[in-house]
C-alpha cells in the first residue's frame, strides 16, 4: 500500500495516512486481512488499468455509488470528489452526484453511467430500456467495466461503514 497507494494519492490530492504515519480510509482496513487485501488490491489496478470506460465516465459511478451509501461511507466521496474534480467535473455536479442526483449538466455518456449505477445499486435491478441505451453507448464490455467498478466501490464503502471509518477533516475538494 506504501509503495503505490500512497504515491497515487499523494499525486490526487487526497490522504491515506495521518500526519504520524497511520493508514486512513479503506486502508487501515485491509491490515485486517491482508492477504485478500493485496488481491483486492490487484483487482481494483486491473479493473482501473484495463477499462473501457473514461476516467470521467469511471468517477461519475464511483461517486454514484459513495452516494447510495451516504454519510456511512463519507472517505470514499471525500477521495472521490477530489478526483472528480481533477477530472474538470464542477464541484456542484459533483456535488449533485454525491447526494444521489444525475445531474444535467453532465455528458450524454456520464449520464446515463450515473443512471445505470443509480438503478443497480437502489432497486437491484436495470430496466431494458436503459440495459440497452447503455449497451448501445459502452458495449457489452463498458456494461461489464461499469458493474467492476461498481463492485470494487461497494466493497470498499462496506469496509468504511462496517468499521466506523471517518473522512479528514476538512473534507474540501476545492
Same mark, same amino acid.
Given at each position: 500500500?506504501?509503495?503505490?497507494? $500512497?504515491?497515487?494519492?499523494?499525486?490526487?490530492?487526497?490522504?491515506?495516512?495521518? =500526519?504520524?504515519?497511520?493508514?486512513?480510509?479503506?486502508?487501515?482496513?485491509?491490515?485486517?486481512?491482508?492477504?485478500?487485501?493485496?488481491?483486492?488490491?490487484?483487482?481494483?489496478?486491473? *479493473?482501473?488499468?484495463?477499462?473501457?470506460?473514461? =476516467?470521467?465516465? +469511471?468517477?461519475?459511478?464511483?461517486?454514484?455509488?459513495?452516494?447510495?451509501?451516504?454519510?456511512?461511507?463519507?472517505?470514499? $466521496?471525500?477521495?472521490?470528489?477530489?478526483?472528480?474534480?481533477?477530472?474538470?467535473?464542477?464541484?456542484?455536479?459533483?456535488?449533485?452526484?454525491?447526494?444521489?442526483?444525475?445531474?444535467?449538466?453532465?455528458?450524454?455518456?456520464?449520464?446515463?453511467?450515473?443512471?445505470?449505477?443509480?438503478? $443497480?445499486?437502489?432497486?437491484?435491478?436495470?430496466?431494458? =430500456?436503459?440495459?440497452?441505451?447503455? *449497451?448501445?453507448?459502452?458495449?457489452?464490455?463498458?456494461?461489464?467495466?461499469?458493474?467492476?467498478?461498481?463492485?470494487?466501490?461497494?466493497?470498499?464503502?462496506?469496509?468504511?461503514?462496517?468499521?466506523?471509518?471517518?473522512?479528514?477533516?476538512?473534507?474540501?475538494? +476545492?
Amino acid at each position: 500500500m506504501m509503495a503505490n497507494q $500512497l504515491p497515487w494519492a499523494n499525486d490526487a490530492g487526497f490522504r491515506i495516512r495521518t =500526519d504520524d504515519g497511520r493508514l486512513i480510509g479503506p486502508f487501515n482496513t485491509f491490515l485486517r486481512h491482508p492477504e485478500i487485501a493485496l488481491r483486492f488490491l490487484g483487482f481494483a489496478a486491473a *479493473e482501473s488499468g484495463h477499462t473501457s470506460l473514461s =476516467d470521467r465516465v +469511471r468517477e461519475v459511478v464511483i461517486v454514484a455509488v459513495g452516494a447510495v451509501w451516504g454519510k456511512n461511507a463519507q472517505y470514499e $466521496l471525500y477521495a472521490h470528489k477530489i478526483l472528480a474534480c481533477r477530472l474538470g467535473l464542477s464541484p456542484d455536479l459533483i456535488e449533485a452526484l454525491g447526494n444521489g442526483e444525475v445531474p444535467d449538466r453532465l455528458s450524454d455518456d456520464e449520464k446515463l453511467a450515473a443512471r445505470v449505477a443509480r438503478q $443497480l445499486l437502489v432497486e437491484h435491478r436495470l430496466d431494458d =430500456d436503459l440495459y440497452h441505451a447503455a *449497451e448501445e453507448e459502452f458495449g457489452q464490455q463498458g456494461l461489464y467495466d461499469i458493474g467492476a467498478v461498481m463492485g470494487q466501490y461497494q466493497t470498499v464503502c462496506t469496509l468504511l461503514t462496517m468499521f466506523q471509518v471517518p473522512a479528514p477533516e476538512p473534507a474540501d475538494i +476545492r
